[in-house]
């Protein structure tokens, strides 16, 4: 996640590229995280996030949070998924080797697996369910060898998603398509191919329910000091609130206040008590 970017201002922990412009090119300074998002069956947190520190990759800043959070929570997951980025031998080896599966979405990084990914779901029979307004046709097989540094065999999963949208501009219903393949080391015995799909969607909510929350209504991406400890101060404070008041909505309501009353209504409720509160005043205590 990329919380801010300057011309002007600039830090220690400041990344720096080159911006094309109409008056030349210009120096950018900004600040990268990458963050660890636990996700259950209808509870889900944010348990760490990790600069980028200058001259250093997303995978380097990625290895040095999961160390931390394993420490921390050597048992509160069994599969950690990423997008196309984490699909390295390196990476797939470091899981495993703490005793984890990995799954990433597979791409055209590793095109001699994803070449015979294609040819062969071109000869399989598919799979067909449907879940949340998706129809859904699944492919499934771990008997590729085509990433040899991983052998002997890894398993690829297809997934072909149709959906039905109403465009905004015409109000027409479309069905909209989407073709995903994923990579991982979990067998088929521990995890089905829908639960593998599943899991391969379930890690946008880093970005859908993690950062754009904290963003849109913890305003997490505003710079109180460029400095960077006391950014990534804040952005631990703003996920530690996050956490408590998702826990406080998801845990202590009754379902069925959950089904009549939105999270962000609950929200504005509670500001309204906590202002209320201060217009009030402090209680005077009896002398």
């Known amino acids: ?50 600069p980028i520190g200058p001259g250093e990759d997303e995978l380097t800043s990625a290895r040095r949070l999961l160390e931390r959070v394993l420490a921390a929570y050597p048992r509160a997951f069994d599969v950690v998924a990423g997008d196309g980025l984490y699909a390295t031998t390196e990476w797939f080896r470091f899981i495993v ?25 071109a000869f399989l029979p598919g799979v067909d369910w449907a879940a949340g307004g998706v129809v859904y046709r699944g492919w499934d097989s771990d008997a590729f060898t085509s990433w040899p540094d991983l052998a002997p065999q890894v398993r690829v999963v297809r997934s072909l998603e149709t959906r039905a949208v109403r465009r905004q501009r015409t109000g027409h219903p479309e069905k909209k398509t989407a ?17 593998v799909v599943d899991m391969g969607h379930d890690r946008w909510g880093v970005e859908n329910e993690g950062f754009n929350e904290l963003v849109n209504r913890w ?18 404070v703003a996920m530690l609130c996050l956490n408590v008041f998702v826990a406080f909505y998801c845990r202590n309501l009754k379902p069925a206040v959950r089904r009549g009353l939105s ?11 906590l202002y209320a509160g201060l217009e009030r005043g402090p209680a005077r205590v009896p002398t």
């Open 1 to 50: 996640h990329e919380s801010t970017a300057s011309f002007r201002r600039c830090c220690p922990g400041c990344l720096q590229r080159i911006v094309h412009t109409r008056e030349g090119d210009r120096i950018q300074y900004y600040h990268r995280y990458v963050a660890l998002r636990l996700v259950g069956r209808d509870l889900s947190l944010m348990l760490d996030v990790e």
């Open 97 to 121: 080797s703490r005793g984890k599966d990995a799954l990433a979405v597979l791409k055209e990084n590793r095109p001699k697996l994803l070449d015979d990914a294609r040819t062969l779901f």
């Open 179 to 195: 073709d995903w393949y994923w990579v991982t080391t979990l067998s088929q015995t521990r995890a089905a191919t829908a639960a």
């Open 219 to 236: 305003h997490a991406d505003h710079v109180y000091k460029h400095h960077p400890v006391a950014m990534l101060v804040f952005v631990l």
């Open 263 to 273: 999270m962000l209504h609950i929200a504005r409720r509670v500001a309204a008590e």
